[in-house]
């Protein structure tokens, strides 16, 4: 009895928790989703307005998603208008199948008033090959299944679910869709009820290479000696349709434009723009196809690589890629406090359009540094310190490892790490190979003028 | 006039005094400075391309000394290399001279005691240039003990620094044994020299030491114990031809020095794993126990003259000495024909030069084993081989142990290094001493008479001019002086351009330049060594011809059938005959191998003239060694190799033939020449428009150099009942199939019999 008491209690609060946007109050009047299939990344704008249909004002806003593809969602971005809103995921056992985030609204809706939220969110791995299996002539198509309904908290009144696809659908659910070329529009519907779904499945041709970081560890070390060593150890994978067949240099080569279509080519990065020598690599040495540019008019250095072979579905290959960077644009020194420094970096990494599963970051700090504490735009799933030993370290360099699965060309921003340091502590190494050779030279000088020999000491 | 000549003498005075107060600095600056210059030499290699690993052999280095990193000296010593030569493995441990590996773990165990973490790819790379370095010293002390002449030692340790024939194998980036074992080598003999010349038996034990280093890094060692035999030979020559005042203290101390040296440095070689008992019973070091012995009983016989008379211990001497040299030779000649001792094929090859040509195909077929031509003599060593004879003239015009030795070792290696291209890095130091000692000569007699020419002619005490030595005339001797300069600058310069243009490649790495004069890098064979270890199965086997077995498994990280140790020459020979057979009898060969993948180098598309079309014939050579029913014959089209449509069918049909131009004919390599124009041998193919039945083509590199096929499972029921018997099936006895013949015979006949079977069925 006292359990089921608890339980009820657990229960209340969950509900009480979100109490203060019933699904009774709010309604979406329209509720249109458009879907993003370019590349492998599937890109879902929803753009919905809310209509407060209750007796008072209303702050927040249940957002849902299915619990299938939930585990599929990199990134949840609201906006209102032009400002971004607040974010975070709440709990709620009395829907196991779905997901629930709760938006923050810039004002407070009021009774009556109607209110346009946009919400975009990234998902990845959401496709699958279909044939998994491919020759170099042949295109690579994948299925989708989404969800065409709106799958709200509350309750809508018209709907519509719209896929962009790169090219006519190969099949797709014709019950309730119109297709126009490349575009497949499902509704509208009307009078849907709370979490109303149903899935389709789009069968289609996309030759974007689907590939994806399956690891990167990136390390920046901070030196105060004035560079900062970036370096990104990056596992890249291609995971679209395998290659069967005979692969053919007669056909598949640069200028036959028709075979192996879904292959990565190339890669591009964007480096700050003081970056400098930069190099790529990987375990058995340079890998000499790729060329950095220093793009003045947009402030970056533009980094084109290619791999050593180009990646066909179910290739990998591993790429180090590493730069430097000068202290004066990255590490601040504070005004008042000549010990107190700043360090500010990108999080991410620097490819677009292709996303990292396991992201670690390493913050290598100078030894000797203290009171390390750091600052991020966003939540990660776990912070270790560890020590690094590089030349001539006597108690190590402190670390900071970040970790983060999912990491998208949207996670690079700016975050901060400041410590305590003693500038005049970077003397200490040198010091220490001045000592050695000193040492050396006075041994030398000590032996040689010392006299072994037991007999009298021979004329020369 | 004469307050004048006073202050010129008094600054000639102060001028001489500081010279020598301050020589010894000089000298130490000056070899500092070519030890420097000894190692920014040889990293031209890592301007131009980048820090990486050369050629073949140094990738079995550098991943033995990756896994010694690892897992220790005792991890090395029991790695059984499963990895190689499947399926036999390989025991890594017995089979290497650990010298280099080991010089290369402790570098790196130091520098990372001393929190100095460095990669161990970089120590790799960067030994040679700085063994280089030690190089130099070791010349620089060589000479100095052979000459006493510290001005012919600094002379030495720049020729050695720089001379092209030791650049070429320690470039930074060539790891490989030559790299420390040059070293080792110059250094021994310096160790050894010091003992002869001291007579101490401490020198005598620094010398085994030495030798213990070298025979740990380098198979060539035997160089050293063959030659110090061979010297003290020369030396009891020398007793008797051109008597001297001292022969019977320097014997005395080549006695003290040897025995120390030989007792020690045989129980020291007997050490190390690869070499353990051979350095008893082996042909290489039975003239070291010859002239122990030897030596032992002609001290015996000096310590015994001391006691009886002249005419009896003559006649005792020589009955002695008769004895023991018949029973030596008899000894020698008994073990030999019994079969106790042998020489190794590379030993009996520098014997007599034709040999591995005969029996021995695999070394015959290795380019660096073949006779050196005059014109790489002159590239390897320039002016050297001007200068060496003015040395040699120099140590034989008075003698001493250690000029003899410098002479003997001139010679001895200028015959060897005529043997085998690659012998000339033994040659080279000893050119470089000899060079040394002839420059410095060359200077002082030049310089004197020069002098000469200045100084009022030497008054005795009663005032009259001294009878004058025989002079150059100072005119003759300045320009010798700027002619003999000019050439030894020459040669800096030549021996800079050869190694920063001819021996800085990695050879894995190839350079081009494109029409525009922009240079580009060809990186095929990483490309696709890298998509080996990207892109198959972890124990996928690849069957390659021989000379890429270590890249493979140094950079692919994959199981390989043959590789660059090519200790069982029957394996090769499997593998030579699979690439020399049709692609059906291949099959069931690659089959029984567990072959998943088969590797061809092909240059044809792209220039790239060291391919395995052109080493085919070794392959044929080799497997029809041990399988006799491939016949060289066969493949000879109009009497000639050939590939165009003349070339025989066995040819045009066999694996290599058929993965190297696999629709090779559907492109074209040059516009004015027909489809399937191979530009290598400059001709059309032969065979054009087959198909590959069993082998599928997994990847070919950019350029085309590398293709990668990979063996295609067999279809359902397909051979079942037909091939139940094995192809290579081996005999019970061992015996049989060294000896190739019934063996194989069902193979020769095995495509008929299945025809026949196929028909009937």
Same mark, same amino acid.
């Given at each position: 009895m006292p359990k089921a008491l608890c339980l009820l209690l657990v229960l209340f609060v969950a509900l009480g928790s979100v109490s203060s946007a019933t699904p009774r109050e709010l309604v979406n009047v329209d509720y249109k989703r458009i879907i993003d299939l370019y590349t492998q990344l599937l890109q879902l704008e929803v753009r919905i307005k809310v209509k407060n249909v209750g007796n008072r004002p209303v702050t927040t806003y249940l957002y849902a998603q299915p619990q299938n593809t939930s585990k599929n969602v990199a990134v949840v971005l609201p906006y209102e208008g032009d400002t971004s809103l607040q974010i975070k995921k709440v709990a709620r056992v009395t829907e196991p199948t779905a997901v629930f985030f709760e938006i923050t609204l810039a004002n407070a809706l009021q009774p009556g008033a109607t209110t346009e939220l946009v919400i975009k969110e990234t998902h990845f791995s959401r496709m699958e090959p279909l044939p998994r299996k491919i020759t170099l002539f042949d295109d690579q198509s994948v299925v989708l299944r989404e969800n065409a309904q709106c799958f709200s908290p509350y309750e809508t009144e018209v709907c519509t679910t719209t896929f962009k696809l790169p090219m006519t659908p190969i099949s797709y659910d014709t019950v309730e869709a119109t297709a126009r070329g490349s575009v497949v529009e499902y509704g509208p519907f009307r009078q849907l009820p709370a979490l109303s779904r149903r899935f389709v499945r789009l069968h289609y041709v996309s030759n974007t290479p689907f590939v994806v970081f399956k690891n990167v560890t990136r390390t920046v070390q901070v030196s105060h000696w004035g560079n900062i060593a970036v370096e990104d150890f990056l596992r890249? @994978?291609?995971?679209?349709?395998? #290659?069967?067949?005979?692969? @053919?240099?007669?056909?598949?080569? @640069?200028?036959?434009?028709?075979?192996?279509?879904?292959? #990565?080519?190339?890669?591009? *990065?964007? #480096?700050?723009?003081? *970056? @400098?020598?930069?190099?790529? #690599?990987?375990?058995?040495?340079?890998?000499s196809t790729s060329n950095a540019v220093r793009d003045l008019s947009a402030n970056i250095v533009r980094l084109r690589v290619e791999p050593r072979f180009h990646l066909f579905g179910g290739w990998s290959a591993n790429w180090v890629i590493g730069y430097n960077l000068p202290t004066e644009d990255f590490l601040r020194q504070d005004v008042a406090d000549s010990e107190q420094f700043v360090l500010n970096v990108n999080f991410g990494f620097h490819f677009d359009r292709i996303m990292a599963e396991d992201y670690t970051l390493k913050v290598i700090l100078p030894e000797g540094a203290k009171d390390i504490q750091y600052e991020l735009p966003f939540e990660i799933d776990s912070v270790t310190r560890e020590k690094f030993f590089y030349y001539l370290d006597i108690e190590g360099k402190p670390v900071l490892v970040f970790n983060k699965k999912n990491v998208l060309p949207f996670h690079n921003q700016v975050f901060k790490v400041s410590y305590r340091f003693k500038q005049e502590s970077i003397l200490i190494e040198p010091f220490l190979i001045f000592a050695a050779f000193s040492l050396f030279f006075l041994l030398m000088i000590l032996l040689a003028r010392l006299n072994f020999s037991f007999g009298k000491e021979k004329e020369d | 006039m004469a307050d004048q000549t006073g202050t010129k003498q008094s600054v000639g005075v102060f001028l001489q005094g500081a010279a020598e107060k301050w020589a010894p600095a000089f000298r130490m600056t000056i070899l500092l400075m070519i030890s420097i210059l000894a190692v920014i030499v040889r990293v031209f290699s890592v301007i131009r391309f980048e820090s990486v690993i050369h050629e073949f052999d140094p990738w079995f280095n550098y991943r033995t000394s990756k896994y010694l990193a690892k897992e220790?000296?005792?991890?090395?010593?029991?790695?059984? $290399?499963?990895?190689?030569?499947?399926? =036999?493995?390989?025991?890594?441990?017995?089979t290497v001279y650990p010298g280099l590996m080991t010089t290369a773990g402790i570098i790196y165990w130091g520098l990372h005691a001393l929190s100095i973490p460095v990669d161990i790819r970089n120590v790799c790379v960067f030994l040679a240039p700085i063994f280089a370095a030690f190089t130099?010293? /070791?010349?620089?002390?060589?000479?100095?003990?052979?000459?006493?002449?510290?001005?012919?030692? =600094?002379? !030495?340790?720049?020729?050695? !620094?720089?001379?092209?024939?030791?650049?070429?194998?320690?470039?930074?980036?060539?790891?490989?044994?030559?790299? &420390?074992?040059?070293?080792?080598?110059?250094?021994?003999?310096?160790?050894?020299?010091?003992a002869v010349n001291t007579g101490s038996l401490l020198w005598g034990n620094f010398a085994a030491l030495a030798l213990f280093y070298m025979v740990s890094a380098w198979g060539g060692y035997a160089f050293i114990v063959n030659i110090i035999p061979i010297f003290i030979v020369a030396m009891f020559f020398k007793k008797f031809l051109r008597p001297a005042d001292d022969d019977d203290l320097v014997l005395r101390r080549i006695y003290v020095a040897y025995s120390a040296f030989y007792v020690i440095g045989t129980f020291y070689a007997m050490q190390i794993p690869f070499v353990g008992f051979q350095a008893i019973h082996s042909s290489e070091h039975m003239a070291s126990h010859g002239v122990f012995i030897f030596l032992q009983v002609y001290m015996f016989i000096s310590w015994v003259r001391s006691f009886i008379t002249k005419s009896a211990f003559r006649m005792l001497s020589r009955l002695f000495i008769l004895t023991l040299v018949s029973l030596l030779v008899l000894g020698f000649l008994f073990l030999t024909f019994t079969g106790k001792t042998q020489w190794s094929g590379r030993s009996l090859t520098l014997l007599d030069?034709?040999?591995?040509?005969?029996?021995?195909?695999?070394?015959?077929?290795?380019?660096?084993?073949? /006779?050196t031509t005059w014109s790489s003599f002159f590239f390897d060593l320039h002016y050297l081989i001007i200068f060496t004879p003015v040395g040699l003239y120099y140590c034989l015009r008075k003698p001493t142990a250690a000029k003899l030795f410098a002479?003997?070792?001139?010679?001895?290696?200028?015959?060897?290094?005529?043997?085998?291209?690659?012998? =000339? =890095? &033994?040659? %080279?130091?000893?050119?470089?001493?000899? %060079?040394?000692?002839?420059?410095?000569?060359?200077?002082?007699?030049?310089?004197?008479?020069?002098?000469?020419?200045?100084?009022?002619?030497?008054?005795?005490?009663?005032?009259?001019?001294?009878?004058?030595?025989?002079?150059?005339?100072?005119?003759? !001797?300045?320009?010798?002086?700027i002619f003999v300069v000019y050439m030894c600058s020459t040669y800096a310069f030549h021996a800079t351009n050869a190694g920063a243009e001819?021996?800085?490649?990695?050879?894995?790495?190839?350079?081009?330049?494109?029409?525009?004069?922009?240079?580009?890098?060809? $990186?095929?064979?990483?490309?696709?060594?890298?998509?080996?270890?990207?892109?198959?199965?972890?124990? /996928?086997?690849?069957?390659?011809?021989? $000379?890429?077995?270590?890249?493979?498994?140094g950079m692919s990280n994959r199981t390989v059938l043959v590789d660059n140790n090519t200790w069982n020459n029957t394996h090769i020979a499997t593998v030579g005959m699979a690439m020399s057979s049709s692609e059906e009898d291949a099959y069931e060969i690659c089959e029984k191998l567990d072959v998943d993948y088969v590797l061809v180098i092909f240059g044809g598309f792209s220039y790239y003239s060291g391919d395995d079309i052109n080493k085919f014939l070794w392959m044929v050579r080799i497997g029809g060694g041990v399988f006799p029913h491939i016949k060289e014959e066969d493949y000879y089209g109009r009497g000639q190799y050939r590939i165009d449509q003349h070339a025989t069918p066995t040819m045009l049909n066999c694996l290599m033939y058929k993965l190297c131009y696999y629709r090779f004919d559907e492109v074209k390599t040059d516009y004015w020449k027909p489809p399937g124009y191979d530009t290598v041998r400059g001709t059309e193919i032969g065979h054009k428009g087959f198909k590959l039945k069993r082998f599928e083509e997994a990847f070919t590199s950019e350029r085309w150099i590398v293709r990668i096929y990979k063996v295609k499972p067999r279809e359902n029921r397909d051979g079942l009942s037909i091939r139940s018997r094995s192809v290579v099936s081996m005999p019970e006895k061992l015996s049989e199939a060294t000896l190739g013949g019934p063996t194989f015979k069902y193979h020769k006949y095995a495509h008929k019999l299945t025809a026949k079977r196929r028909r009937a069925l």
């Open positions: 890249i @994978s291609n995971e679209g349709a395998n #290659l069967t067949g005979e692969y @053919s240099r007669v056909d598949y080569n @640069s200028w036959a434009k028709n075979t192996g279509k879904a292959v #990565l080519k190339e890669a591009h *990065a964007t #480096l700050p723009y003081s *970056a @400098s020598g930069v190099y790529y #690599l990987d375990e058995i040495g340079n890998i | 220790g000296l005792y991890g090395l010593w029991n790695w059984f $290399d499963s990895e190689s030569w499947y399926p =036999l493995g390989r025991s890594v441990g017995g130099a010293i /070791a010349a620089f002390l060589l000479t100095k003990e052979i000459t006493r002449r510290s001005e012919a030692g =600094l002379i !030495a340790a720049f020729f050695v !620094a720089i001379v092209p024939s030791y650049m070429s194998r320690s470039v930074a980036g060539s790891y490989d044994n030559e790299a &420390v074992a040059i070293f080792a080598l110059v250094f021994t003999f310096y160790v050894f020299m010091k030069p034709t040999y591995a040509k005969k029996y021995i195909p695999i070394i015959a077929s290795v380019s660096e084993h073949q /006779a002479s003997l070792y001139v010679v001895l290696s200028v015959y060897f290094a005529s043997v085998m291209v690659r012998l =000339l =890095l &033994v040659l %080279a130091p000893a050119v470089s001493v000899m %060079a040394g000692i002839g420059v410095s000569y060359l200077f002082r007699k030049f310089t004197q008479a020069i002098r000469s020419s200045f100084e009022k002619p030497a008054k005795d005490k009663q005032g009259r001019q001294t009878t004058q030595k025989k002079r150059i005339p100072p005119e003759l !001797a300045a320009i010798g002086l001819s021996y800085s490649h990695p050879s894995i790495i190839l350079a081009s330049r494109d029409r525009n004069g922009n240079r580009f890098i060809i $990186d095929d064979f990483r490309e696709s060594y890298y998509w080996l270890r990207q892109n198959t199965a972890q124990d /996928a086997k690849i069957m390659s011809w021989w $000379d890429y077995g270590y890249q493979i498994t």
